[in-house]
């Protein structure tokens, strides 16, 4: 590789280093501690499944970087495994819809009172 392409390269990262550091520093301004009790369940999840993979991510750059073969270390089990627990979490986020206060509710529906709704939405139509 070229010293110019290699240049343009270091350049390129120092850029995305930066990026990085700016779309986390509202999270690394407040310890953990501070921030969490003031999340919702599902946001607690989100953000701490961030934090697992940043961290893991950056460890992966790192063996990259250093030469050692990152697809053999035990990191990539780790990283695909808080990959299946953003994906738990998108499914959790999914099923449950606010009720305008952050309170998460379960959408079900209730049989019995869908049949008497119809069953009276039938009946009244024809009496008519």
Known sequence: MSE???SKHVDQFTVAVD???RALEPILK???SEVLPKLSTIQRCELE???AYSIDTLFWIYLKINGVPPKE???MKELQRVQRYIAKINAAKATVST???GNGRTLQLDRDA???FIKGALGSSSKR
Do not use: F, I, S
């Open 4 to 6: 110019q392409k290699l």
């Open 30 to 32: 407040q310890p953990l």
């Open 73 to 75: 270390h035990p990191v």
């Open 99 to 101: 009720d305008g206060n």
């Open 49 to 51: 499944a961030l934090v």
């Open 19 to 21: 990026q990085v550091q």
């Open 114 to 116: 869908a049949d008497r």
